[in-house]
DNA sequence: ACAAAAGTGTTTTTTATACACCCATGC
DNA sequence: GCATGGGTGTATAAAAAACACTTTTGT
């Protein structure tokens, strides 16, 4: 951090962290993020995402995990930073003669079980999970957050097992298969071929346990077994 | 950004950028750092990242750029936002009752041509390239920036041509794998096999100008085609 | 002539891709 | 028994990895 040298006043800041949730509904197979409806200036009435602005004593990632806590209740998440959003303007409350304070946002990105994740419905404002291709236009610079977020959502999906964080504890290929589909889209590989690849990795362990789903042939229960996937950290892996 | 409830009082902000600023030395096979050494507190006399303030009006990359261009001179270049720094401490001037103002640490990773790159002493603080592995304890929480850095520059040359950002307009395909071998170490790939994928990629045009470095065969140069390379854009590419 | 640097080719192994096919269950 | 989803195998193509070899220069 520089030295003030000063004849060029130093802005002041107010610091907002923006949380991109993410869910995945493999029953209806799509994917969702998660808005607020702003019950106040500036961007009243407008969808956002959930987002808060740190308080005294608060480090940046215990803001993203307050807002997290204040909208849902949810076991199962992964989390980390974004990106930061510092440009001149991007804030109404910095209009010409308010404060004269500058609004941060630095983003996080999450990735919440679906299941499990409850809405915590606090009456006075909206609060829903929206299928991401059909998010309206939000408040703020945040529909442009998003879509960086979602694009880090696909690239950590292909070379990192976040879909571990967020599926149930066992699970069937085919959940996983769904849960990769449904965010990479139908094309990202074949089933089968999918399928081989993963158990080759050998971080699967089939639980032996089967289950049924209507008709057709029980499907085998799997693990993922952190263990056996400590030596492939870091090295790239790729799903697609 | 939240609806401040505000019992909770909101922390006011100082906002930072510090630059990893990288360079390759190919003659002598070292990647360097740009360090600056401090002449006011907090941690005077030690060496840091090169940092500023955000003053009023500055957008953060404007400010990024600005420390970058009052320490080297340097036309080739590529720079990118890496992290946000915003533990509760992380800067002694928090200390219990002074402003009461946090130092939140935007930082920005920059890659620069090693030959055009001037470093520019205003005299009174020092300024030099340390080879990265040779860093000394740096001021602030540094470090552990710079440690992000040097990750994010290893992906960066996996899957993206910002080497080509940074190496002078023609190269000999041994510059180019001089420059990978000293950032990511001997042990990622074979030259000729290095050799043949680059070329295999086709963005690569041969300008049939040949050069001799002393005993041995002369080199073709070679120049990085835009236009060709476009196609492979945000498909992975490996050059491990 | 020979060492040094540049560049080509070959062989082997591994991985990706596209399928065809067998298996176990519900209805 | 046959549709349905689960699971295995094979054949082909492409890529990665290892390494031997040729070509062109300076001395």
């Given amino acids: 951090m520089g030295s003030g040298k000063s004849q060029h006043p130093l802005a002041k800041f107010r610091v907002g962290v923006d949380n991109v949730i993410f869910s995945v509904d493999t029953e209806k197979n799509r994917l969702l993020v998660l808005l607020v409806l702003r019950d106040t200036e500036p ?15 608060e480090s940046l990632e215990a803001a993203a995990y307050r807002i997290l806590a204040e909208k849902i209740r949810v076991q199962n998440l992964y989390l980390e930073q974004l990106y930061t959003f510092g440009d001149v303007g991007r804030d109404p409350r910095e209009a010409p003669d308010q404060y004269n304070e500058r609004y941060l946002s630095v983003s996080y990105f999450a990735l919440v079980r679906y299941a499990d994740a409850e809405l915590i419905a606090d009456g006075v404002s909206g609060i829903a999970w929206y299928p991401v291709h059909q998010v309206p236009t939000l408040g703020f610079d945040h529909n442009r957050i998003l879509t960086y977020g979602h694009h880090r959502l696909c690239n950590k999906l292909e070379y990192s097992p976040v879909a571990f964080d967020v599926l149930p504890e066992s699970f069937t290929l085919n959940d996983l298969y769904q849960f990769y589909t449904t965010v990479l889209g139908e094309h990202f590989s074949d089933y089968s071929n999918f399928r081989t690849r993963l158990l080759k990795l050998g971080f699967l362990s089939d639980t032996g346990i ?21 030596p492939h950290k870091d090295k790239p892996m790729i799903f697609i």
Same sequence: chains 1, 2.
């Fill in 43 to 57: 961007y009243r009435d407008y969808w956002c995402l959930p987002g808060t602005l740190v308080r005294q004593g």
């Fill in 210 to 230: 089967k289950v049924s789903r209507g008709a057709g042939r029980p499907a085998s229960l799997y693990r993922f077994d952190r263990d056996a996937f400590d």
